[in-house]
Nanobody
Framework: QLQASGGGLVQAGGSLRPSCAAS????????MGWYRQAPGKQRELVAA???????NYADPVKGRFTISSDNAKNTVYLQMNSLKPEDTAVYYC?????????????WGQGTQVTVSS
């Protein structure tokens, strides 16, 4: 299971640091990531980190968000700086296992992030 926390309400320009704690080692996952879904929009990838530490980011958050992992705590973080109103969404934690023939996804419950202008 994945347990997300750390969302909240913040003014534009502020910061938040949601976290996603896994029950068990996160090294068993090929990658972990954060997605977000704003009202009326599709869920989109925000950032991801592989078990090897490689990261990738969606263009709108590059330079502002940083994804990191703490393997000892089985937790992944998303440091969000310089937040904008358009970052408002429900943020979901994802864990992906890629195996021969396919992949398996696990999702945490969402955490609401609201950025006021």
């Amino acid at each position: 299971q994945l347990q997300a926390s750390g969302g909240g309400l913040v003014q534009a320009g502020g910061s938040l640091r949601p976290s996603c704690a896994a029950s068990g080692s996160i090294l068993r996952f090929t990658s972990m990531g954060w997605y977000r879904q704003a009202p009326g929009k599709q869920r989109e990838l925000v950032a991801a980190i592989t078990s090897g530490g490689s990261t990738n980011y969606a263009d709108p958050v590059k330079g502002r968000f940083t994804i990191s992992s703490d393997n000892a705590k089985n937790t992944v973080y998303l440091q969000m700086n310089s937040l904008k109103p358009e970052d408002t969404a429900v943020y979901y934690c994802n864990a992906k296992r890629v195996v021969v023939g396919g992949s398996f996804d696990s999702w945490g419950q969402g955490t609401q992030v609201t950025v006021s202008s």
